[in-house]
Every structure is written in structure tokens, then in C-alpha cells.
């Protein structure tokens, strides 16, 4: 794992069963060809704290959630997280196997993270509403 997203400052997250079973196969299947974000995704779901499907909390951000965040640039975005073989840039659906994409799943409204962009970058957001 790059000594980055160690330092890190990670909040509390919550990952549904399901969620967490499928993202941690779809990490594993592409550590050869994505390393950087599946070693990210997978610390995110190492330290995730898993949950039965059907019982994450509303206001969490779940895979197919539609989520507003703030970047620290202070643009908003809203974007809703999908598996890359629905990502669409023109719809604003962003996959998990993208650096922010990994960064927000499991955080709730309220919640910020640090993250690490594709360019090496480093970068915070703010959740600021999560829907279905």
C-alpha cells in the first residue's frame, strides 16, 4: 500500500454484506491491471465495518447510491456510484475502481476523507447528501 494512504486521515465507514463481497472479488480481479486503486479499495474494505444487506444506515454511501460531494477545490459534484461496467461520465456515474470513486464508499453525510488522485495528487471531500 503506498505510504500516502497510510497517513491518511480515514473515517468510520460502512459496507453492507453484499457490497462488501462483491467489492472485495472486484478489487482482488484487478490488482494486476488497476494495483493503486484495488489496494485502496481493499484497505477501505479491511477497516470497514460490515453490516447485513438491508441495514446500512440512510445517509451512507452505498454501491448505486446518488451521492452530492464537495471537493476541496469547493466544487460540488453529484455522482452515483457504480461497478465500472456502468460507469458513464456522461450520465455522472462514477465507478469504485476509480480513486474517488474507492474513497467514497461507506462514508455517511458529514463525513470527509483525504485521497490520492490517478496524477498522485492528494485531495479531500465532504459528503454532503446521499440518496438511493
Do not use: C
Not at 451512507?60 to 446518488?66: E, L, P, Q, W
Not at 496524477?119 to 479531500?124: I, N, T
Request: hydrophobic share 40%; net charge negative; charged share 30%.
Amino acid at each position: 500500500m503506498p505510504a500516502l494512504a497510510r497517513n491518511r486521515s480515514v473515517p468510520n465507514i460502512i459496507v453492507s454484506n453484499a457490497d462488501y463481497e462483491r467489492l472485495t472479488d472486484l478489487a482482488t480481479a484487478s490488482l494486476e491491471r488497476l494495483p493503486e486503486v484495488a489496494e485502496e479499495l481493499l484497505s477501505e474494505m479491511d477497516r470497514a465495518k460490515i453490516v447485513r444487506d438491508g441495514s446500512v444506515p440512510a445517509g451512507v454511501v452505498r454501491m448505486g447510491s446518488t451521492v452530492t460531494f464537495r471537493s476541496d477545490d469547493g466544487r460540488e459534484r453529484t455522482e452515483t456510484l457504480v461497478y465500472p461496467v456502468d460507469e458513464d461520465s456522461d450520465a455522472h456515474r462514477i465507478s469504485v475502481m476509480t480513486p474517488v470513486g474507492a474513497a467514497l464508499i461507506g462514508l455517511a453525510e458529514g463525513q470527509s476523507i483525504s485521497w490520492t488522485a490517478r496524477d498522485g495528487r492528494r485531495h479531500e471531500l465532504t459528503v454532503v447528501k446521499v440518496g438511493p
